[in-house]
Structures are given as C-alpha cells and as structure tokens.
C-alpha cells in the first residue's frame, strides 16, 4: 500500500506504559496550494457514476485502484463514507439514520429573481412561491453535488505522486 510505504514513522506509546512502539505517522499532512488547484489546464471536471468507489473511480481514471487517494486529496475528501458520493441504497440508510423524519421539511427556497434563475435561495417559509425541500431532497442534493469531482490529468499523476513523496520525506 502506498502510504505504509511513504509516510514518516515516529515512536508511540498507546498504553502510557514507556513502551514505545514504531509507526506510521498517518497524521503527517500535506495540503495542495489553492493556486495549483485551481489550475484548470490540471483538471477535468468528472461526474462519479452512482455507488463507484474512489477506487474504482482510480482505477477507471488512471487504470490502478492504488490512486484513489489522490481523487480525496484533489477534492478536500476527509471522510469517505460522508463526504464522497453515495450509492442510493447508502444514501437512503444515512438519511434514515439521520432525521426522525426522511420526508420532514428541511427547509424553503425560491428561485433567485435574477442572473440564474436555476440557482435555488433558502428562505423562509412565507416567502411568497417559497418551495418545501424535504431531509431526503436535501441530502440527495448535497450527494448529487459531491458527485461531481476534479481529476488531476493523469499526464501530471506521476509528478504528482514523486512531489507528494518528496514533501513526506521532509517533513519528518
């Protein structure tokens, strides 16, 4: 796996015993700059086919699942299970467990009046044309948006990967 292989190690005691063990710091965190990710000539914009994993998005991008990590890391993607498009059947499981009521109102919008007009405004809900959006809608919006990803032009993978390395190396 790349990351047992290019992450720093550091002693670690996990009892408080004075025991001290040699691990992985996973914790080491490298950020990409705001400015090479808004680079558009290093990405493409990609719209994840419902319930494919980072893996198989890798592996059907750059023709290995061992990449996956790099999609996350291009998308601010922290937590996969949350934060990564769902399935619907893990979309419907996670509202359920989530609200008291899938099908209770979350809140109200109206179209905005000007520029476009496709653009929804929360409101409240008086607001005259003010449309009711339920927990379920909601959800399915913020899925349906989390769906669409930048993908790093697989030309620039390799010296993606050999950078990301080089700055592993010194920060520990």
Do not use: C
Not at 72 to 82: D, E, Q
Request: proline share 4%; charged share 25%.
């Amino acid at each position: 796996m790349y990351f047992s292989n290019n992450f720093p190690t550091t002693y670690y005691d996990p009892t408080g015993s004075g025991t001290f063990t040699k691990v992985q710091d996973i914790l080491t965190r490298i950020k990409i700059k705001d400015e090479v990710r808004e680079r558009n000539a290093l990405f493409s914009v990609y719209n994840v086919p419902t319930g494919l994993s980072p893996e198989l998005v890798s592996n059907l991008l750059y023709g290995d699942v061992e990449f996956y990590w790099v999609l996350l890391m291009m998308n601010k993607v922290f937590n996969r299970y949350y934060e990564w498009p769902m399935g619907e059947r893990d979309l419907q499981k996670y509202v359920i467990d989530t609200y008291t009521d899938p099908n209770g109102i979350h809140h109200y919008e109206v179209a905005q009046s000007s520029g476009n007009t496709r653009t929804m405004i929360r409101v409240e809900s008086t607001v005259a044309g003010a449309a009711a959006v339920t927990n379920m809608e909601h959800e399915r919006t913020l899925n349906d948006n989390r769906a669409e990803i930048k993908i790093l032009d697989p030309t620039y993978l390799q010296t993606f990967v050999e950078e990301f390395t080089r700055l592993l190396k010194n920060s520990s």
